[in-house]
């Protein structure tokens, strides 16, 4: 995906948005069990990926976004770009 493709969205069709909570090969240290997934979220500190245990809720990690994670939609599009002295 293109940092274009990102900057692109069209305005929801359904009544509710929801995210993908993708599962993920761990288990829940806290409970034992072996539905642990992974989901954006927004938080206070700003975007992040949650990987979190959907029975128990227990937080295994709160990780900054990666570009292929595509949170949020709206980051800029130069997000990975080279840094240069002029600013």
Not at 13 to 34: F, K, M, N, Y
Not at 47 to 63: A, G, N, Y
Not at 76 to 84: G, L, M, Q, R
Request: charge should be negative; include cysteine.
């Amino acid at each position: 995906m293109s940092g274009v493709d990102r900057l692109l969205f069209p305005t929801p069709s359904e009544s509710t948005v929801s995210v993908e909570r993708a599962l993920v090969d761990q288990v829940c240290p806290s409970c034992g069990s072996s539905d642990v997934r992974r989901y954006p979220v927004a938080n206070f500190i700003g975007p992040r990926m949650v990987t979190k245990c959907q029975d128990c809720f227990e937080h295994l990690s709160i990780d900054v976004p990666t570009l292929d994670d595509h949170w949020p939609p709206w980051r800029s599009a130069t997000i990975d770009w080279p840094a240069s002295r002029n600013g």
